[in-house]
């Protein structure tokens, strides 16, 4: 969450996150800078965006709408499952037609074993993604 957030001010995508006056006022590719309530109230109030849970990520780009979850898993089991459930959940959330739902997720999920987190990555047909390929992502939507 924090770090993720640091990162992207960091201008990791090309730009530097924005406010939500600066974010309505254009059209042009940007993200939005907050907090988690502050993503997520609106998410809610633009796209219907309805989980208690914070978002970590609300962008524009190419003309779409882009809100995320990011994920560090440092290990299997326990707490770690529930963070990656918790991006999975993310992006299993109803929101307006057109809203891209993405999950940034790095860490040990991407280390080929039989254990759930790597099999459900593996399975899943969602936009799950490494931060490392973010940028590319984003530009290309």
Same mark, same amino acid.
């Given at each position: 969450?924090?770090?993720?957030?640091?990162?992207?001010?960091?201008?990791?995508?090309?730009?530097?996150?924005?406010?939500?006056?600066?974010?309505?006022?254009?059209?042009?590719?940007?993200?939005?800078?907050?907090?988690?309530?502050?993503?997520?109230?609106?998410?809610?109030?633009?796209?219907?965006?309805?989980?208690?849970?914070?978002?970590?990520?609300?962008?524009?780009?190419?003309?779409?709408?882009?809100?995320?979850?990011?994920? =560090?898993?440092?290990?299997?089991?326990?707490?770690?499952?529930?963070?990656?459930?918790?991006?999975?959940?993310?992006?299993?959330?109803?929101?307006?037609?057109?809203?891209?739902?993405?999950?940034?997720?790095?860490?040990?999920?991407?280390?080929?074993?039989?254990?759930?987190?790597?099999?459900?990555?593996?399975?899943?047909?969602?936009?799950? =993604?490494?931060?490392?390929?973010?940028?590319?992502?984003?530009?290309?939507?």
């Amino acid at each position: 969450g924090p770090m993720f957030r640091n990162w992207l001010r960091s201008k990791a995508m090309g730009i530097v996150p924005v406010n939500e006056k600066e974010f309505m006022g254009g059209s042009d590719n940007a993200i939005l800078d907050g907090s988690d309530k502050e993503l997520k109230d609106f998410a809610a109030r633009m796209f219907g965006f309805q989980r208690e849970k914070g978002l970590d990520f609300v962008g524009r780009f190419n003309g779409k709408y882009v809100i995320g979850e990011a994920k =560090l898993i440092s290990d299997d089991g326990g707490h770690q499952n529930a963070q990656f459930n918790d991006a999975m959940d993310t992006l299993k959330e109803p929101v307006a037609d057109g809203v891209v739902k993405i999950a940034v997720i790095d860490g040990v999920p991407y280390i080929k074993s039989t254990k759930k987190i790597h099999t459900e990555l593996l399975k899943s047909s969602k936009p799950i =993604l490494s931060a490392l390929l973010l940028r590319d992502f984003l530009y290309q939507i």
